[in-house]
């Protein structure tokens, strides 16, 4: 079987295994009982019908209509397999509607009509307006659906988008503006090449226009050649773009000679290797057919190296994907309660998506696309959609532009609860992590990374040096870490680099001195206590002990013994204290969740659980979050009388309720009462956690806190911050291995406000 027989059939099982097709309904409200279902139908729902009737706009406060979008085809124009009919288009619809749930967290119901009358079309589109907060426009051939588009924008009082359109404008203006910068041209003097006189040409070269250039130097081709005034065959929106700069004879091989920029919206293998040759220097080239591009990247790319080279396709750099734009520019456009998709909505997503590119990219992303490190230039010019900061950089411009320009019916007032808002409705509740972040930028302090000679160490300090949320000093052989720098492509200029075993002779024998008196009782010999200074985690770690760091950060290429070693060797542990212990943090859709002790302790004994939960009790309150505290095992309560585990649990509590009456915590309980408070208000009353969930748990050994904390971590696939050393003198966060540059980043800029703290 080749390769494209492989791809249909498991095409055809992926949309037909298990429940048929992409999408389903799920309800969002209780329906377990009688009463729940007299709320939700008869008789209790006659109360929001009422107060809608009364006051039309309720609509949007109690149903689900402001956040729901109608994706809308005929099926005659249905990606690059023409017209299909409507039953055939289904499948894209569907997955249209996954793309809006999954990127924007819009629901989305799917409609097929059976119609190419365009009134037709249009009456059926108008009387579903009470339905939908906005309505997506698919898959409609041209020049029906000009007509279509701009009839429902003017006569519907919700954004209306023909994504075929305007997706693709928007997404290429972005990559323009960019690759434009890159080259160091002007929109406003470059020549256009457009092949194709589509939809997507057409309203390409609208959104260029609106960018800055000019139509005089816009040329585009149809299949019976330039869009000239003196031809008498152009039908739909073409006549817009006809231009008499050329003879009305002039052929595509013969117009792009010395263009700036080439879009294809054409077919395959239209643009060939000896045209490119002729184009100016630093030409642009979108190739954009599907699935076949006007030329191959390789073919173009083969013949000019100073080529910036755009085509639809995953497999290349540059890809231009409407997923970048439609799920975002909607979900702007509802949030303000707009009536339409205007032009300055649209100019703001190129903007937005022009400058995320410029940004740091996250490493999940590099991840996803099998590269180390990339950074704005000739193969990264618009970001990549699995770029998780899109909702968050497009939805806010879109609504911004929406409001500025007055078709809102709904104002946004505070952007950072707005942005974290957005954060959440991808199940990323991030507000733990903006707080941590916020607090690092007031005072960024001095933080010593020991594994300096990793990449995703290199990464993350940059990362938090352009953020302004440390200092970094990087410890390992100066060499190496400046060859891996510039091998990346890395910015640290700047940047201390110390290599422990080159440091100062003073300072190695004055940090060797202090060793000795610390562990020469504990083992260690004069000469040994100097020759373990030369290791990074040593140096570091007494760095920080002599002022000359004010946190540490390790663990990335050693185990967790190793790098916490030095840190209780040399640091210590807080006065009064019998151990130190550790804690994940998990970004649940709960909100955080904080477990300890996942790393340290095997058995605590009650004294060392009353100890545990007090640190971690100490330390979700530095995040302005009241602890709410489960002690956690397999009995509720006293249902199991005997057990050592429970008897510890339940002592430890009682200790607790003792010292701090005021305090939230209970136990012991199973570990689904503490999330079920509902449960807990019926079976167990009395209990602190009844009136809410828990949001710190405590295990009653080592071998149950890492096993939840490992599974939940992997099953839920949710973002974790850890493990966090509770009770050390001095801020030291030690990494697990092989960190990625997310997480060593947050458990710099954590480091950084626990040394902000011990100021």
Same mark, same amino acid.
């Given at each position: 079987m080749d390769k494209n027989q492989n791809l249909n059939k498991e095409a055809l099982l992926y949309h037909s295994k298990g429940r048929p097709g992409k999408i389903e309904v799920i309800p969002t409200k209780e329906y377990a009982n009688q009463r729940d279902l007299s709320l939700a139908y008869s008789p209790g729902v006659a109360v929001p019908c009422l107060a809608i009737a009364e006051n039309k706009d309720d609509v949007y406060k109690y149903t689900a209509k402001g956040n729901l979008v109608a994706v809308i085809s005929n099926g005659t124009a249905v990606l690059g397999l023409g017209d299909i009919g409507p039953e055939a288009s289904k499948p894209v619809m569907e997955g249209k509607g996954l793309l809006f749930k999954i990127y924007a967290d819009i629901d989305v119901f799917d409609i097929e009509l059976n119609t190419t009358d365009v009134d037709e079309f249009i009456r059926t589109v108008k009387i579903m307006e009470p339905t939908f907060g906005g309505v997506n426009l698919e898959d409609i051939s041209a020049p029906a659906c000009f007509e279509i588009e701009e009839r429902l924008k003017k006569e519907l009082n919700i954004p209306v988008m023909h994504d075929d359109q305007h997706g693709t404008a928007i997404i290429s203006a972005a990559a323009l503006v960019n690759?434009?910068?890159?080259?160091?041209?002007?929109?406003?003097?470059?020549?256009?090449?457009?092949?194709?006189?589509?939809?997507?040409?057409?309203?390409?070269?609208?959104?260029?226009?609106?960018?800055?250039?000019?139509?005089?130097?816009?040329?585009?081709?149809?299949?019976?050649?330039?869009?000239?005034?003196?031809?008498?065959?152009?039908?739909?929106?073409?006549?817009?773009?006809?231009?008499?700069?050329?003879?009305?004879?002039?052929?595509?091989?013969?117009?792009?000679?010395?263009?700036?920029?080439?879009?294809?919206?054409?077919?395959?293998?239209?643009?060939?290797?000896?045209?490119?040759?002729?184009? !100016?220097?630093?030409?642009?080239?979108? =190739?954009? $057919? #599907?699935?076949?591009?006007?030329?191959? /990247? @390789?073919?173009?790319? &083969?013949?000019?190296?100073?080529?910036?080279?755009?085509?639809?396709?995953?497999?290349?750099?540059?890809?231009?994907?409407?997923?970048?734009?439609?799920?975002?520019?909607?979900?702007?456009?509802?949030?303000?309660?707009?009536?339409?998709?205007?032009?300055?909505?649209?100019?703001?997503?190129?903007?937005?998506?022009?400058?995320?590119?410029?940004?740091?990219?996250?490493?999940?992303?590099?991840?996803?696309?099998?590269?180390?490190?990339?950074?704005?230039?000739?193969?990264?010019?618009?970001?990549?959609?699995?770029?998780?900061?899109?909702?968050?950089?497009?939805?806010?411009?879109?609504?911004? !532009?929406?409001?500025?320009?007055?078709? =809102?019916? $709904? #104002?946004?007032?505070?952007?950072?609860? /707005? @942005?974290?808002?957005? &954060?959440?409705?991808?199940?990323?509740?991030?507000?733990?992590?903006?707080?941590?972040?916020?607090?690092?930028?007031?005072?960024?302090?001095?933080?010593?990374?020991?594994?300096?000679?990793?990449?995703?160490?290199?990464?993350?300090?940059?990362?938090?040096?352009?953020?302004?949320?440390?200092?970094?000093?990087?410890?390992?052989?100066?060499?190496?870490?400046?060859?891996?720098?510039?091998?990346?492509?890395?910015?640290?200029?700047?940047?201390?680099?110390?290599?422990?075993?080159?440091?100062?002779?003073?300072?190695?024998?004055?940090?060797?001195?202090?060793?000795?008196?610390?562990?020469?009782?504990?083992?260690?010999?004069?000469?040994? =206590?100097?020759?373990?200074?030369?290791?990074?985690?040593?140096?570091?770690?007494?760095?920080?002990?002599?002022?000359?760091?004010?946190?540490?950060?390790?663990?990335?290429?050693?185990?967790?013994?190793?790098?916490?070693?030095?840190?209780?060797?040399?640091?210590?542990k807080r006065a009064g204290l019998r151990k130190v212990s550790g804690m994940y943090i998990l970004m649940s859709r709960f909100g955080p969740l904080f477990l300890a002790d996942t790393t340290i302790n095997f058995d605590p004994s009650v004294e060392e659980l009353v100890e545990i939960a007090e640190l971690a009790a100490e330390e979700v309150r530095k995040f302005n979050i009241t602890p709410r505290i489960a002690f956690l095992t397999y009995s509720n309560f006293g249902s199991v009388a005997e057990g050592p585990a429970p008897m510890r649990m339940r002592a430890a509590v009682a200790e607790l309720k003792k010292k701090y009456p005021d305090w939230i915590v209970d136990g012991e309980m199973q570990a689904h009462l503490a999330f079920d408070h509902e449960l807990l208000k019926t079976n167990h009353p009395f209990s602190d956690l009844a009136d809410g969930s828990a949001n710190t748990f405590i295990f009653p050994n080592l071998s149950s806190a890492n096993i939840a904390y490992n599974m939940v971590k992997e099953i839920a696939d949710i973002e974790k911050i850890g493990p966090i050393v509770m009770g050390l003198k001095k801020p030291v966060k030690i990494l697990q291995m092989g960190a990625s540059v997310r997480e060593i980043v947050n458990m710099v800029s954590l480091a950084v406000v626990d040394a902000q703290r011990s100021e």
């Amino acid at each position: 079987m080749d390769k494209n027989q492989n791809l249909n059939k498991e095409a055809l099982l992926y949309h037909s295994k298990g429940r048929p097709g992409k999408i389903e309904v799920i309800p969002t409200k209780e329906y377990a009982n009688q009463r729940d279902l007299s709320l939700a139908y008869s008789p209790g729902v006659a109360v929001p019908c009422l107060a809608i009737a009364e006051n039309k706009d309720d609509v949007y406060k109690y149903t689900a209509k402001g956040n729901l979008v109608a994706v809308i085809s005929n099926g005659t124009a249905v990606l690059g397999l023409g017209d299909i009919g409507p039953e055939a288009s289904k499948p894209v619809m569907e997955g249209k509607g996954l793309l809006f749930k999954i990127y924007a967290d819009i629901d989305v119901f799917d409609i097929e009509l059976n119609t190419t009358d365009v009134d037709e079309f249009i009456r059926t589109v108008k009387i579903m307006e009470p339905t939908f907060g906005g309505v997506n426009l698919e898959d409609i051939s041209a020049p029906a659906c000009f007509e279509i588009e701009e009839r429902l924008k003017k006569e519907l009082n919700i954004p209306v988008m023909h994504d075929d359109q305007h997706g693709t404008a928007i997404i290429s203006a972005a990559a323009l503006v960019n690759a434009l910068e890159i080259v160091g041209k002007d929109i406003e003097k470059v020549k256009i090449i457009v092949n194709g006189a589509g939809a997507s040409a057409i309203s390409c070269s609208k959104l260029y226009v609106s960018l800055g250039a000019k139509k005089e130097n816009v040329f585009m081709f149809d299949s019976k050649g330039l869009i000239h005034p003196d031809r008498d065959n152009l039908s739909g929106k073409k006549a817009d773009f006809v231009n008499d700069n050329m003879a009305p004879e002039t052929t595509l091989s013969q117009a792009i000679d010395g263009a700036d920029v080439f879009i294809g919206l054409s077919r395959g293998g239209t643009l060939k290797k000896e045209m490119v040759k002729t184009m !100016a220097k630093d030409c642009i080239v979108f =190739a954009m $057919a #599907n699935p076949d591009p006007e030329i191959t /990247y @390789e073919d173009a790319t &083969s013949v000019r190296k100073d080529i910036i080279m755009a085509t639809g396709r995953s497999d290349y750099p540059n890809q231009v994907n409407n997923v970048l734009g439609f799920p975002y520019i909607f979900r702007g456009a509802l949030d303000v309660k707009s009536s339409e998709i205007n032009e300055a909505m649209k100019l703001a997503a190129v903007h937005a998506l022009a400058d995320l590119a410029k940004k740091q990219v996250p490493e999940m992303v590099n991840l996803a696309y099998g590269t180390d490190n990339l950074t704005f230039g000739k193969d990264y010019i618009i970001p990549k959609p699995v770029d998780p900061r899109l909702l968050t950089s497009v939805a806010p411009a879109v609504a911004k !532009a929406a409001m500025d320009s007055g078709v =809102a019916k $709904a #104002n946004i007032t505070d952007w950072d609860a /707005y @942005e974290l808002e957005l &954060s959440k409705r991808l199940g990323q509740d991030n507000s733990l992590l903006k707080i941590i972040h916020n607090k690092a930028k007031q005072n960024p302090k001095r933080v010593v990374f020991a594994d300096a000679e990793n990449l995703n160490v290199l990464k993350a300090a940059q990362e938090v040096m352009n953020e302004k949320l440390a200092i970094p000093i990087l410890l390992g052989n100066v060499e190496t870490v400046k060859q891996i720098i510039e091998t990346n492509s890395l910015d640290l200029n700047g940047v201390e680099i110390l290599d422990p075993s080159q440091a100062n002779p003073k300072i190695l024998d004055d940090y060797g001195n202090q060793f000795y008196e610390l562990r020469k009782r504990k083992g260690f010999t004069h000469d040994e =206590a100097h020759g373990i200074m030369k290791r990074r985690s040593y140096f570091g770690a007494m760095m920080l002990k002599n002022g000359a760091a004010d946190a540490m950060i390790g663990g990335q290429t050693r185990n967790y013994p190793e790098t916490i070693r030095p840190a209780l060797q040399i640091i210590g542990k807080r006065a009064g204290l019998r151990k130190v212990s550790g804690m994940y943090i998990l970004m649940s859709r709960f909100g955080p969740l904080f477990l300890a002790d996942t790393t340290i302790n095997f058995d605590p004994s009650v004294e060392e659980l009353v100890e545990i939960a007090e640190l971690a009790a100490e330390e979700v309150r530095k995040f302005n979050i009241t602890p709410r505290i489960a002690f956690l095992t397999y009995s509720n309560f006293g249902s199991v009388a005997e057990g050592p585990a429970p008897m510890r649990m339940r002592a430890a509590v009682a200790e607790l309720k003792k010292k701090y009456p005021d305090w939230i915590v209970d136990g012991e309980m199973q570990a689904h009462l503490a999330f079920d408070h509902e449960l807990l208000k019926t079976n167990h009353p009395f209990s602190d956690l009844a009136d809410g969930s828990a949001n710190t748990f405590i295990f009653p050994n080592l071998s149950s806190a890492n096993i939840a904390y490992n599974m939940v971590k992997e099953i839920a696939d949710i973002e974790k911050i850890g493990p966090i050393v509770m009770g050390l003198k001095k801020p030291v966060k030690i990494l697990q291995m092989g960190a990625s540059v997310r997480e060593i980043v947050n458990m710099v800029s954590l480091a950084v406000v626990d040394a902000q703290r011990s100021e």
